[in-house]
C-alpha cells in the first residue's frame, strides 16, 4: 500500500510558476513509475506528464510540453513537477499518481492503470 500526499497548489497570475510535491510512503518508491493529472471543472481527468522508476524517462501532454518537468527524488520519496509559464486553461485539480506495473520501468498515460492517488491540490491561474 502506498500512500500519496500533493502539496504547493494555490494561486498564481498567468505567466506565473509553482512547483508541486507528491510525498510517498512505504520503502519501494524507485519501483513505481508516477504521473500528474489534472482534472478541470467540468472536464475528465487529463494526463500531464509521468516519469519512470528511476527517473530516466519522462513523457508529456503536448499541452505542457516545455513548460512543465517532472522529477523525482527517490531518497526522499518525492515526486515533483515543476510549472512554469502558467495559463489560465492549467487551472485544475492535479493529482499524482503510483503506478506499480513494470517496477516502474514503463510510463504509462492512461488514468485507469494507475493504483495509487493522492488527494489532489488545486492550482488556479488568474489572468
Known amino acids: 500500500q502506498v500512500q500519496l500526499n500533493e502539496s504547493g497548489g494555490g494561486l498564481v497570475q498567468a505567466g506565473g510558476s509553482l512547483r508541486l510535491s507528491c510525498a510517498a510512503s512505504g520503502r519501494t518508491f524507485s519501483t513505481y513509475a508516477m504521473g500528474w493529472f489534472r482534472q478541470a471543472p467540468g472536464k475528465e481527468r487529463d494526463f500531464v506528464a509521468g516519469?519512470?522508476?528511476?527517473?530516466?524517462?519522462?513523457y508529456y501532454s503536448d499541452s505542457v510540453k516545455g513548460r512543465f518537468t517532472i522529477s523525482r527524488d527517490n531518497a526522499k520519496n518525492t515526486v515533483y513537477l515543476q510549472m512554469n509559464s502558467l495559463k489560465p486553461e492549467d487551472t485544475a485539480v492535479y493529482y499524482c499518481a503510483a503506478d506499480r506495473s513494470f517496477r516502474g520501468g514503463v510510463v504509462r498515460i492512461l488514468d485507469r492503470v494507475y493504483d495509487y492517488w493522492g488527494q489532489g491540490t488545486q492550482v488556479t491561474v488568474s489572468s
Open positions: 516519469i519512470s522508476g528511476s527517473g530516466g524517462s519522462t
